[in-house]
């Protein structure tokens, strides 16, 4: 198994990627990775007479869904993508419980997910009861490894 430019080539007999594939694949994501904005122009609402100013956004290159994300761990471990699915849904499935139950689910390296909730602000601590939450989401926090990442992209304009 070899690195060339953009793509990682086997040699000889048909095997699971090792070692060498794992460097490859983190050095080409490494050294390539650069998220994509265009400029838009946004008026603020409260002065409607001012000029628009022009701000960066995001061009997203599409999602990768939980069969695509397997396909890859399998690649770089020594796993089946079958054996990666039942964990990973499994995952998805007790996720949602913890955070229904209160829990932080911290995932390591990838990060937290912790329950949020908004409420109605009352005169006295009296006032605030269940009638007074507005609803709730799930927040996310994002582990060291993420974090360094999204340090050091690149940016490229389309």
């Given at each position: 198994?070899?690195y060339t430019?953009?793509?990682?080539?086997?040699?000889?007999?048909?095997?699971?990627?090792?070692?060498?594939?794992?460097?490859?694949?983190?050095y080409?994501?490494?050294?390539?990775?650069?998220?994509k904005?265009?400029?838009?122009g946004?008026?603020?609402?409260?002065?409607?007479?001012?000029?628009a100013?022009?701000?960066?956004?995001?061009?997203?290159?599409?999602?990768?869904?939980?069969?695509?994300?397997?396909?890859?761990?399998?690649?770089?471990?020594?796993?089946?993508?079958?054996?990666?699915?039942?964990?990973l849904?499994?995952?998805?499935?007790?996720?949602?419980?913890?955070?229904?139950?209160g829990?932080?689910?911290r995932?390591?390296?990838?990060?937290?997910?912790?329950?949020?909730?908004?409420?109605?602000?009352?005169?006295?601590?009296?006032?605030?009861?269940?009638?007074?939450?507005?609803?709730?989401?799930v927040?996310?926090?994002?582990?060291k490894?993420?974090?360094?990442?999204?340090?050091?992209?690149?940016?490229?304009?389309?």
């Amino acid at each position: 198994m070899f690195y060339t430019g953009n793509k990682i080539a086997e040699s000889g007999k048909h095997r699971k990627p090792g070692y060498l594939y794992f460097v490859a694949l983190l050095y080409q994501n490494i050294f390539t990775m650069a998220i994509k904005y265009k400029v838009i122009g946004k008026k603020n609402p409260a002065k409607i007479t001012d000029p628009a100013k022009f701000y960066a956004t995001t061009v997203l290159n599409g999602a990768i869904d939980l069969r695509e994300l397997c396909k890859e761990i399998e690649k770089i471990s020594t796993v089946s993508e079958a054996d990666i699915l039942a964990v990973l849904s499994s995952l998805v499935y007790l996720i949602p419980d913890k955070l229904a139950n209160g829990h932080i689910v911290r995932i390591g390296d990838l990060g937290d997910f912790r329950p949020s909730l908004s409420s109605e602000g009352r005169e006295t601590e009296k006032d605030v009861s269940v009638t007074a939450i507005k609803g709730s989401k799930v927040l996310f926090r994002p582990g060291k490894r993420i974090k360094n990442v999204m340090k050091v992209v690149d940016y490229k304009k389309v």
